[in-house]
């Protein structure tokens, strides 16, 4: 029995990503990837599985949480744009800008995965 046990645990470690995207499993199953997730911070995984529930509270939830990384990362942006308005030193202004372009292309991608998001609700409406 404890053979057996083993080898269906096996077998579903094995096949569980190969399934799961395929989209033949039950919108439950695909809730709890999204949430799952969206707890390790991982929104093309959630993006990804969103497509095959029907839940747009869940799709809402992903787009609230988006929102709010996006508004963390402009308030740092703020942040360094005045640092560098206020006169720094060479050395930490090259540092600033470099934060800057970094913020600036976490804000893009974040715009890019609220608009996947935000289509994938109109897409279910």
């Not at 094995?14 to 809730?31: I, N, T």
Request: glycine share 8%.
């Amino acid at each position: 029995m404890l053979g057996l046990g083993l080898l269906v645990r096996a077998g579903r470690s094995l096949l569980a990503g190969p399934v799961a995207d395929s989209g033949w499993l039950p919108a439950g199953y695909y809730r709890h990837l999204v949430l799952e997730a969206l707890e390790e911070d991982d929104f093309p995984g959630a993006l990804n599985y969103l497509q095959w529930t029907d839940d747009p509270v869940l799709a809402q939830l992903l787009i609230l949480r988006l929102r709010l990384l996006a508004a963390e990362h402009r308030r740092q942006r703020e942040s360094l744009q005045n640092l560098l308005a206020n006169g720094l030193p060479d050395a930490r202004r090259e540092k600033c800008r470099a934060l800057l372009e970094e913020q600036e292309r976490a804000l893009e991608l974040l715009r890019e995965y609220e608009g996947r998001a935000l289509k994938s609700i109109q897409q279910k409406t």
